[in-house]
């Protein structure tokens, strides 16, 4: 019999301080009618300058330990576009931070997508005997990326984490993730990109006031980005719902990756599927990336959208650019 990663914790950290469309636009030319209009987003939460993702990650995994019910795991991945360090990762920190000791731990870089991405290495290693209960971690900051000067991204992104425990178990049993669906086309990398900083361009030096170059700093091409994410999303979660074996209109939640309301909606309707199924809670975080699918999903059980023996389906697109689907029966977890 094979064996399934299944769905037993789930946890979530956002850092206290709230940033309103309100308080953006007294330093940026934007305003709340033209954010909220385009994208759904009234608020988001930046980390205080010093905090960096592995701090939120320690919360949310501690969280999902004890959502799950024990603070064991042998496995830690992290997704994340916004790294402690170039280098080493940070999920062996955050691993250390728990007190999992000597686990197997690595960071997932696939931007927007990478927590779907992080849940199928996760289930992976699990289905191979690698692992026994994976602790798989969405965490980022964006807000040390972001371009004070650019107010197409500034506006869109948040900080935050949240947090899913794997465990072996049946493939017919409530939790279990039922497959997966990923993809890449890497010919459009440059529509979402933080251009130095890496190997093909080292962090560029300073100007001579000091500043900041702007090559260090995300960029996106809102425009492409927003006509890709609602194709390929689409086309995932359809490939998803064939190999669950689900008809669109049996799926009771539809958690897309919140970068945009319109983006959701735009989903539903192409997959013919009640727009009301589709959580949403980037309205209270904004973008969050990587850490965006389980803030969603703890947002929904927070609110009883979520209730055990909802079909979940789960979808993502993002930088790279990638794009990747999951889809679970809800189980019986209390999230934390
Ligand atoms: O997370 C990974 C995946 N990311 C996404 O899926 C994001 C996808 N893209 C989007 O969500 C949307 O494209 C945005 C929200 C980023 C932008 O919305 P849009 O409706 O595509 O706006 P636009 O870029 O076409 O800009 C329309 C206008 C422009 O002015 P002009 O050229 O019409 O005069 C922009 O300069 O809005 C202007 N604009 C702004 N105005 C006020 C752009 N950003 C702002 C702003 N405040 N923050």
């Not at 299944?6 to 953006?24: A, I, Q, S």
């Not at 320690?58 to 959502?67: C, D, I, M, T, Y």
């Not at 049946?170 to 997966?180: F, M, S, V």
Request: charged share 20%.
């Amino acid at each position: 019999m094979s064996r399934a990663a299944v769905l037993t914790g789930l946890g979530t950290y956002v850092p206290p301080r709230v940033v309103t469309n309100d308080e953006l636009s007294r330093t940026m030319d934007t305003s709340d009618e033209w954010i909220r209009s385009r994208t759904g987003i009234t608020r988001r939460h930046w980390a205080e300058p010093g905090t960096a993702t592995g701090d939120l990650a320690v919360e949310a995994g501690e969280r999902a330990l004890k959502s799950a019910g024990s603070g064991d795991a042998d496995l830690v991945v992290l997704a994340t576009t916004t790294p402690d360090h170039p280098c080493p990762a940070t999920a062996p920190d955050v691993a250390a931070r728990l007190g999992l000791d000597a686990v197997a731990a690595y960071d997932i870089g696939a931007v927007c997508s990478g927590f779907i991405y992080a849940m199928a290495s996760a289930a992976g290693a699990i289905a191979a005997g690698i692992a026994e209960r994976a602790l798989v971690i969405g965490a980022e900051t964006y807000s040390t990326i972001l371009n004070p000067e650019d107010r197409t991204t500034s506006v869109i992104f948040g900080d935050g984490a949240g947090a899913v425990v794997l465990r072996a178990g049946d493939p017919a049993e409530p939790g279990a993730l039922l497959g997966h669906d990923l993809g890449s086309d890497g010919s459009l990398k440059d529509l979402i990109i933080v251009p130095a900083g890496g190997s093909r361009r080292p962090s560029a030096a300073a100007d001579a006031s000091g500043a900041r170059p702007a090559e260090t700093y995300f960029h996106m091409e809102g425009k492409p980005v927003f006509r890709h994410a609602v194709t390929r999303m689409a086309a995932s979660s359809r490939a998803m719902l064939d190999r669950a074996g689900w008809d669109p209109e049996s799926v009771d939640r539809f958690v897309g990756h919140q970068a945009n309301v319109r983006i959701l909606h735009a989903v539903a309707d192409q997959l013919g599927m009640a727009r009301d199924r589709t959580v949403v809670n980037l309205d209270r975080v904004g973008n969050t990336s990587a850490a965006s699918i389980p803030l969603a999903l703890a947002d929904a059980v927070a609110g009883g959208l979520l209730t055990p023996g909802d079909r979940v389906l789960l979808s993502a697109f993002g930088g790279g650019v990638t794009w990747g689907s999951t889809a679970l029966v809800w189980p019986e977890i209390v999230a934390d």
